[in-house]
């Protein structure tokens, strides 16, 4: 086959698939949309509002239920570097800094984003932390993803907030 040819059949293809494109695009919602007048919206803030309130009263089982069983977590240090770890591992460290805890720990969603990816939801919260007179912010980035009908954490990365002048 010349490469005449076979460019015009693979600039015939590319057009082609580009149309695909458009076609399909023109059909489905845009990725990374807002979540404002989604229905899915309620059930996600439903499962975000679950999360905290687990949390903040110690129900760890609850709290676990949030996730998807295979989630991972991941914190970013507050020097910078990111460390993951299964959910398991995770869960029984919440539950130790509860125990550990010198006054009980609240922590309140100051500010919900979500938005919606095809088959995943992504959901960044701003977080106040309160223990007795201490208080820390910091943001979670979560990933959900439906299972059985209902919204469970795939993947949370988190982290606190750092003064300006100890960022690197």
């Known amino acids: 086959m010349s490469s005449l040819l076979l460019c015009y059949r693979w600039k015939s ?3 082609a698939a580009a149309l695909t494109y458009l076609a399909f695009s023109a059909l489905s919602p845009a990725a990374d949309t807002p979540a404002n007048n989604d229905p899915r919206r309620e059930e996600v ?3 975000i509002d679950r999360y905290f309130h ?4 110690q129900d760890i089982n609850r709290y676990g239920q949030c996730f998807m069983p295979t989630a991972v977590v991941q914190i970013i240090d ?5 460390v993951s770890m ?3 591992p995770f869960l029984k460290g919440q539950q130790e800094a509860h125990r550990k805890a010198a006054q009980p720990m609240t922590e309140t969603a100051e500010s ?3 938005r919606f990816e095809a088959e995943l939801a992504r959901v960044v919260v701003h977080w106040k932390l309160v223990s007795g007179d201490k208080t820390e912010t910091g943001y979670d980035h979560f ?3 439906r299972a059985d009908g ?6 949370l990365i988190f982290y606190a907030d750092r003064p300006a002048a100890s960022r690197k």
């Open 143 to 145: 990933t959900l993803i």
């Open 54 to 57: 687990s949390w903040s009263s």
């Open 112 to 114: 919900v984003d979500i």
């Open 78 to 82: 507050p020097e910078g570097r990111l």
């Open 86 to 88: 299964p959910l398991s």
């Open 13 to 15: 293809f590319a057009a």
């Open 45 to 47: 803030q439903q499962l």
């Open 150 to 155: 209902k919204w469970r954490i795939a993947n």
